[in-house]
């Protein structure tokens, strides 16, 4: 199975978990992806997701100059986003445990 089409479904639920404990900007919310185990995650594909998310209400937005670079867009969850990342997050545990049922029902679990 390809790794990329199961992200696509769900890096929207992943980027709102990043922000959950921490405010981030685009390269900071992409390298905690990474270190959580989505190697594969694309730059554009997470920065589109900002940007979608940000335009659907779900995150806040500000900048935080930087003294060694260009000034950093901060995204934070607002109430919006942290009851979309409830409501996903009931979805999605909802779906793996189908899954994991329908695996382990056939002799098929890790």
Sequence with gaps: MDTTQLLKGVLDLAVLAVLREE???GYDILRRL???GLDEVGDASVYGTLRRLFAAGLLTTYVVPSESGPHR???ALNAAGRDQ???SGKLWRSFATTMDTLLDDRGMAA
């Design 23 to 25: 405010d981030g900007y």
């Design 34 to 36: 990474r270190e959580a």
């Design 73 to 75: 867009k901060y995204y």
């Design 85 to 87: 990342l409830t409501r």
